[in-house]
């Protein structure tokens, strides 16, 4: 991201979830605060028909599988949170939160979780912003912990906060690591693993290799690297499935799912008849600090 400026891609992932929510069924992630939080154009989009028309026919075509992706992505996190909440667990923290609306859509959990938010402050500011001029209140069970990537880690953030080490966590780094060089990566999940207790568990998702991407997908892939490219956020991290297992053990992580295309299109996608689909380039894993 541009420094002085919040996250365009955070306001794209919640213009995806709007129109998704508003627009499409059956819904896979239902966010009714997502168009609050969506970037301008996407609120124009949402609010005149013939323009979106226009757009979803004709310019976002070839990238509709990465809506499906940003959908997919935030629903398998949430269904594997809930799960380990059942479990007993306790804290939730969200690395690279952008405009996440998890607290607000589940307020039942109010005396049940510590969410611990962590992102870049100039993200964070545009978030209180929009709450305060949408006359909404962070939720008690939030808690912001800035922490600037370019010189700090989530470690960094953490500890400035409430969060409690000595507990198990529930980690979500979503829509991120795409954006990352693998150092950066490594260095992240090392130092998340570094700081949580035994049985805390991550989810992310990952950027495939193209030579690893179906001919027939990789239009789309390409088709998103410009995109994002001419907004300042360049996809430039890449992971190999084969190496998955390894390269995590090697940062205090052991692999227990990692969701490729088809089992994200039959976890999610099924029964539709509107064309949205997973994207082929993407991939879900799911670990546990041992």
Same mark, same amino acid.
């Given at each position: 991201?541009?420094?002085?400026?919040?996250?365009?891609?955070?306001?794209?992932?919640?213009?995806a979830?709007?129109?998704?929510?508003?627009?499409?069924?059956?819904?896979?992630?239902?966010?009714?605060?997502?168009?609050?939080?969506?970037?301008?154009?996407?609120?124009?989009?949402?609010?005149?028909?013939?323009?979106?028309?226009?757009?979803?026919?004709?310019?976002?075509?070839?990238?509709?599988?990465?809506?499906?992706?940003?959908?997919?992505?935030?629903? /398998?996190?949430?269904?594997?949170?809930?799960?380990?909440?059942?479990?007993?667990?306790?804290q939730?923290v969200?690395?690279?939160?952008?405009?996440?609306?998890?607290?607000?859509?589940?307020?039942?959990?109010?005396?049940?979780?510590?969410?611990y938010?962590?992102?870049?402050?100039?993200?964070?500011?545009?978030?209180?912003?929009?709450?305060e001029?949408?006359?909404?209140?962070?939720p008690?069970?939030?808690?912001?912990?800035?922490?600037?990537?370019?010189?700090?880690?989530?470690?960094?953030?953490?500890?400035?906060?409430?969060?409690?080490?000595?507990?198990?966590?529930?980690?979500?780094?979503?829509?991120?690591?795409?954006?990352?060089?693998?150092?950066?990566?490594?260095?992240?999940?090392?130092?998340?693993?570094?700081?949580?207790?035994?049985?805390?568990?991550?989810?992310?998702?990952?950027?495939?290799?193209? /030579?690893?991407?179906?001919?027939?997908?990789?239009?789309?892939?390409?088709?998103?690297?410009?995109?994002?490219?001419?907004?300042?956020?360049?996809?430039?991290?890449?992971?190999?499935?084969?190496?998955?297992?390894?390269?995590?053990?090697?940062?205090?992580?052991?692999?227990?799912?990692?969701?490729?295309?088809?089992?994200?299109?039959?976890? /999610?996608?099924?029964?539709?008849?509107?064309?949205?689909?997973?994207?082929?380039?993407?991939?879900?894993?799911?670990?546990?600090?041992?």
């Open positions: 991201m541009q420094k002085g400026k919040a996250s365009t891609t955070a306001g794209d992932a919640a213009g979830r709007a129109l998704h929510t508003l627009f499409e069924q059956p819904v896979i992630l239902d966010d009714p605060f997502a168009l609050d939080f969506a970037s301008p154009n996407f609120r124009r989009i949402a609010n005149n028909r013939l323009l979106r028309f226009f757009v979803m026919r004709f310019i976002f075509s070839k990238i509709r599988p990465v809506a499906g992706q940003v959908l997919a992505r935030a629903r /398998y996190a949430e269904d594997l949170l809930h799960e380990a909440v059942a479990q007993g667990m306790a939730y969200i690395v690279g939160a952008g405009y996440d609306s998890f607290a607000l859509r589940n307020p039942s959990l109010e005396n049940q979780i510590n969410i938010e962590i992102d870049h402050p100039d993200t964070q500011a545009s978030k209180r912003q929009k709450f001029a949408l006359g909404l209140e962070t008690d069970m939030v808690e912001y912990a800035p922490v600037d990537f370019e010189v700090e880690t989530v470690a960094d953030g953490l500890a400035r906060s409430g969060f409690a080490s000595d507990q198990p966590a529930f980690f979500s780094w979503l829509g991120t690591v795409p954006y990352l060089t693998r150092p950066a990566t490594e260095s992240t999940l090392s130092a998340i693993a570094r700081f949580s207790a035994p049985g805390s568990r991550i989810v992310f998702d990952y950027l495939l290799p193209e /030579y690893c991407i179906p001919q027939e997908e990789l239009k789309t892939t390409k088709a998103l690297k410009k995109f994002t490219e001419q907004r300042g956020e360049p996809l430039i991290g890449e992971l190999v499935p084969q190496e998955l297992p390894a390269f995590l053990e090697s940062l205090g992580w052991r692999l227990e799912a990692d969701l490729d295309v088809e089992a994200q299109a039959q976890r /999610y996608f099924t029964d539709r008849d509107d064309g949205l689909r997973p994207w082929a380039a993407s991939r879900f894993a799911y670990a546990v600090a041992p």
